[in-house]
C-alpha cells in the first residue's frame, strides 16, 4: 500500500460515524450489511450515512452490490489487511521478535483485579 492510499484509508476513518459504519461492516463478515440494516444500526438519517458511505467507497475500504432495490455493503478485507499490512511493516526495526499488537494477548481490565 502506497501512503497516499494509508492516508486516505485513515482520514476516512477519523469520523465517528465512518469508523462505526465501517466497524459494523467488519464484524458483519463477507456476507456484509444492507444500507437499510447499517443505517438501523447506527441510527442516523440515510443522506448522512450515504455520504459516510461515499468516503469509505472512495477510500477503497468498502464496495457495495445492488440487490434488487436494495444495496449491500461489505468492508474490503483485502484494503484493511493492506493497511494494516503498512502499519506494521516497519514493527520494531523488522525485528523477527517484534509481535504487533494483534497477536499479544489480551490486556487485563484494572477494575477486574
Known amino acids: 500500500m502506497e501512503t497516499t492510499n494509508a492516508l486516505s484509508a485513515l482520514s476516512a476513518l477519523s469520523h465517528e460515524s465512518r469508523l462505526a459504519a465501517y466497524r459494523q461492516l467488519v464484524q458483519a463478515g463477507p ?4 444500507v437499510g ?3 438501523e444500526r447506527l441510527d442516523i438519517p440515510p443522506a448522512t450515512l450515504t455520504a459516510h458511505l461515499n468516503v469509505l467507497r472512495f477510500a477503497g475500504l468498502v464496495r457495495d ?3 434488487g432495490r436494495a444495496i449491500r455493503v461489505r468492508a474490503d478485507y483485502e484494503q484493511m489487511d493492506a493497511l494494516l499490512a503498512y502499519l506494521t511493516e516497519n ?4 525485528s523477527a521478535s517484534c509481535a504487533p499488537a494483534a497477536s499479544c494477548p489480551p490486556r487485563t481490565n484494572k477494575a477486574s483485579r
Open 91 to 94: 514493527c520494531c526495526a523488522g
Open 37 to 39: 440494516d447499517l443505517r
Open 31 to 34: 456476507d456484509g450489511l444492507s
Open 65 to 67: 452490490q445492488r440487490e
